[in-house]
């Protein structure tokens, strides 16, 4: 019964809220896994090929984009979050970053590396796609032992994991809608701060983890940025190293306002590529 009204609601015409409220009244004592993660270090990366370098001063530059600070024409639905709506999202693994942000050939893009401030802080995350999880993520064996406590559960999550596994062009943007119901439902819960989901760009090889904005001006800093240009050919992308982060003059107080000192890298270096097949 749940999977069939699941199926045939029609999330295209309906607004965020209220596929909000059709999941809450649905999905009603759903019970999913929840983990603490305390990952070693997450990528961002953004296209920087018309940002002029003095607006790349500090690692806000980097930092999740303030919408609050951004031209309305630029706000857009994304996989987790609503217009207009501050998220951070990252990757455990580069090229998924890469691939996520798909550049195009001789873009400049930037890439920063987050740590978390103090060893011991964690992340109460849920996931989003468990199966596909469960097969790349050996390091996680208690998401590996996993079973569902209902078959109403295992449908429901099913139905989840489509939605954030479903690949969206161009002008299709209103298919994140339900993801983005979804992640607001789990991210109400002032207890858990991250979503772990497959990279659909990475073909669910790798995880994305999308993460409450205030968690990351709390208990985030950047401690290493980068900048390269992108050669992309029908096979994949090449990174050709061009300046990076010498030194982050670290701001304690507000981690974002972190001053960057540039250094361009030489010759030998920008032989140093980094490459990914497509």
């Not at 998401?143 to 002008?171: A, H, M, T, W």
């Amino acid at each position: 019964m749940v999977e069939k009204e699941l199926n045939e609601f029609d999330f295209e015409k309906k607004s965020v809220q209220e596929i909000e409220k059709f999941f809450s009244e649905k999905i009603l004592g759903h019970s999913r896994p929840t983990i603490n993660i305390s990952p070693d270090g997450l990528f961002r990366a953004r296209i920087i090929t018309n940002t002029k370098q003095e607006d790349l001063a500090t690692v806000k530059s980097i930092w999740y984009p303030d919408f609050n600070e951004i031209d309305e024409k630029y706000h857009r639905l994304n996989r987790c979050s609503n217009i207009g709506q501050n998220f951070f999202y990252s990757s455990n693994y580069l090229g998924a970053t890469i691939k996520e942000l798909n550049p195009n050939n001789d873009d400049l893009i930037m890439i920063g590396i987050f740590h978390k401030k103090f060893d011991d802080t964690k992340i109460r995350s849920q996931y989003a796609g468990i199966e596909a999880l469960k097969t790349n993520d050996n390091r996680n064996s208690e998401l590996n032992k996993y079973k569902y406590p209902s078959k109403k559960d295992e449908l429901i999550e099913k139905f989840i994991s489509s939605k954030f596994q479903e690949r969206v062009k161009k002008g299709e943007e209103f298919k994140y809608k339900a993801s983005i119901a979804f992640s607001n439902i789990l991210l109400k819960n002032d207890g858990i701060d991250c979503i772990i989901y497959p990279s659909v760009a990475s073909d669910l090889k790798f995880e994305n983890y999308g993460i409450k904005a205030k968690f990351v001006d709390d208990h985030l800093y950047c401690d290493k940025v980068y900048i390269y240009r992108v050669i992309k050919n029908s096979t994949g992308f090449e990174l050709i190293p061009i300046r990076f982060g010498k030194r982050i003059l670290v701001d304690r107080e507000t981690p974002k306002k972190s001053v960057i000192e540039w250094q361009e890298n030489s010759d030998l270096d920008r032989d140093r590529k980094i490459k990914y097949c497509l």
